[in-house]
């Protein structure tokens, strides 16, 4: 049974920094894709990185450059989000999911997380 476990979210000052972990289940990372969206309340999920089966990484929201970056374990076959330099605008539920290739179609993703919410404020 595939399965995502999100966690790491939380409450964070501007500027703050927080780690998102994914552990997955049923499947073997490495051999897949692993993106992380976010949703913020009225808006569309949005694709924000994504590492694939190489250990490639691909960027698809110009707001997280330089600021998020993702990496995975296969040893414990989970994939991370280190979100630094947090800002208001970071604020919203954040999804990993699995695919074949990195893509920032939601559509492309077969297998979601339930999501962790990530608020910043002061």
């Known amino acids: 049974q595939v399965q995502f476990v999100e966690s790491g979210g939380g409450l964070v000052q501007p500027g703050g920094s927080l780690r998102l972990s994914c552990a997955v289940s049923g499947f073997t990372s490495r051999y897949y894709a692993i993106g992380w969206f976010r949703q913020a309340p009225g808006k569309e999920r949005e694709g924000v990185l994504c590492i694939s089966s190489s250990g490639g990484s691909t960027n698809y929201a110009d707001s997280v450059k330089g600021r998020f970056t993702i990496s995975r374990d296969n040893g414990k076959n989970t994939v991370y989000l280190q979100m630094n330099s947090l800002k208001p605008e970071d604020t919203a539920v954040y999804y990993c999911?699995?695919?074949?290739?990195?893509?920032?179609?939601?559509?492309?993703?077969?297998?979601w997380g339930q999501g962790t919410q990530v608020t910043v404020s002061s």
């Open positions: 999911a699995r695919a074949s290739h990195c893509s920032d179609s939601v559509t492309a993703y077969g297998y």
